[in-house]
């Protein structure tokens, strides 16, 4: 759609999962919101959030970057991408007995739909989906990361 430079696969992942963690998990179930990986998980969101923020700033405000900016924007996921990522599946993880005991989100049958759906596969179904998409996300920041600093040095 041309809204962001990132391919689709990259983007939609990354904003499904906050979503996903934020209010289908962190808002819809309180129990999660106190457990130790909430800290892990807003420190490696908000350490990326930060520095891509800056990088895009400087590269906006300045038309460059400087070099060190571009390294951690481009080097800080090897250590927060994987930390982030396990305490969101930890999360979703913790929250499946409050899921399935407060039915939040649930729609049984009958209805005038004729249709179900319940919140507690969706949750299982995200935790398989981390299975495949987080080797998928990771080793596309490894190719930009490549690329990124590949270009830098030819500059």
């Not at 900016?69 to 994987?82: I, V």
């Not at 930890?90 to 989100?105: M, R």
Request: hydrophobic fraction near 45%.
């Amino acid at each position: 759609m041309g809204l962001v430079r990132s391919p689709i696969t990259a983007t939609l992942p990354q904003i499904g999962s906050r979503l996903f963690l934020v209010w289908g998990i962190l808002w819809s179930f309180p129990e999660t919101r106190t457990h130790v990986l909430v800290s892990s998980l807003l420190i490696s969101w908000s350490i990326t959030e930060i520095i891509r923020y800056s990088f895009f700033g400087f590269k906006e405000a300045f038309g460059f970057t400087p070099s060190w900016l571009l390294w951690l924007r481009y080097s800080t996921f090897l250590l927060l991408y994987p930390t982030g990522i396990s305490s969101e599946v930890g999360l979703i993880y913790i929250a499946l007995p409050f899921i399935k005991a407060s039915e939040n989100y649930c729609i049984r049958m009958p209805n005038t739909w004729n249709s179900s759906f319940d919140f507690f596969y969706l949750a299982i179904v995200a935790l398989a989906i981390y299975v495949p998409g987080s080797p998928h996300m990771y080793s596309y920041m490894l190719a930009q990361r490549k690329k990124a600093l590949a270009k830098s040095k030819t500059e």
